[in-house]
């Protein structure tokens, strides 16, 4: 999905006045390069473009898109963190940043030492499914099920370590099952495999199952929230029959190590703003993303937390890339 960045109107100077930094020049007083470590067309880029692109009416400066997509994100935080901490290099990365701390074993950056969290920007909600040819009807019914047959179904993944990999990981041993993974080269093969009935169950973002929800060819058994969706109230969540479940992503922003803390400031406060925009909201919205507001101490603190979190699924999940 591509959106049209540069109109002629994000050029043009808005009277909000952003806070100067000891005295000096307001920042940003240049562009900004927006390096997106995904390639165009999905979520983080999508989040990226909306977000950004109201920043730049916001300040009457430019947030110049830059994809650096390539290994799980690696390239482009590589790059980040390798830039001048001065405000003017930005980072959009999503919970992939914390998992590949725990599935490679050698990065060229400290996941948490090497960068800033400066805010959220969307939250990923997961959604269990299964095959319409599987006997059940909701999620409950998916463990009695799996229980009763264990080692039998079938669960696709876009590949090892991923989010969709690892969500239903946990929720099969907080649920005591067992199951059999099969990874496949992304989002969309795993959700083509599903609908074929290669596989029979699956837990992926909404966004990238929603089409296939919409048009019946699987069957929505849980969201991935401790909570149910207001946009899905008759689906449980699935911490309805696993009790202490959640398991939701993100798409943030981030910024390298020893980056100023005024300017950090700033940023969160555009974010915040961007993101309270009933434009932007109902963008992302449209998206199946939900705006995600924190301060930069709140989202550092749940970034660790997702850390922490992310390597002890891992290690359950068994998964390992070299």
Not at 25 to 41: D, E, L, M, W
Not at 95 to 105: D, G, I, R, S
Not at 192 to 220: C, D, N, W
Request: proline share 7%; glycine share 10%.
């Amino acid at each position: 999905m591509n959106f049209p960045f540069w109109p002629l109107a994000a050029l043009v100077a808005s009277p909000l006045l952003l806070p100067a930094a000891s005295g000096a020049q307001t920042y940003p007083s240049k562009p900004v390069r927006v390096v997106i470590v995904f390639p165009p067309g999905g979520s983080n880029d999508v989040v990226g473009r909306i977000v950004f692109e109201r920043i730049s009416r916001l300040t009457g400066q430019q947030f110049i898109i830059d994809n650096r997509g390539g290994a799980a994100g690696q390239i482009g935080s590589e790059m980040v963190a390798n830039s001048p901490p001065d405000g003017y290099t930005v980072m959009v990365q999503s919970t992939t940043h914390v998992a590949n701390a725990h599935l490679y074993k050698k990065l060229r950056y400290d996941v948490l030492k090497d960068f800033i969290s400066v805010a959220p920007m969307a939250r990923q909600v997961g959604m269990l499914v299964s095959h319409p040819s599987l006997p059940v009807k909701t999620g409950k019914e998916l463990v009695a099920l799996a229980k009763k047959r264990p080692g039998e179904i079938t669960y696709g993944s876009a590949g090892n370590g991923s989010y969709v990999h690892l969500s239903m990981a946990l929720m099969a041993s907080m649920a005591g099952l067992k199951m059999i993974h099969v990874p496949y080269k992304g989002g969309g093969p795993a959700g083509t495999a599903i609908v074929a009935g290669e596989t029979q169950a699956m837990l992926a973002t909404i966004g990238s199952l929603f089409p296939h929800i919409k048009a019946g060819r699987v069957r929505p058994l849980g969201v991935s929230t401790d909570k149910r969706l207001a946009q899905f109230p008759d689906v449980a969540a699935i911490a309805e029959f696993v009790p202490g479940y959640e398991f939701t992503a993100w798409v943030g922003c981030f910024v390298p190590a020893r980056t100023p803390a005024n300017i950090v400031d700033t940023l969160n406060g555009l974010l915040g703003k961007a993101l309270a925009d009933p434009g932007v909201s109902s963008k992302l919205a449209a998206q199946t993303l939900d705006p995600m507001i924190m301060t930069s101490a709140e989202f550092t603190a749940r970034v660790k937390s997702d850390y922490d979190k992310y390597e002890k699924v891992v290690k359950l999940s068994g998964a390992r890339v070299d």
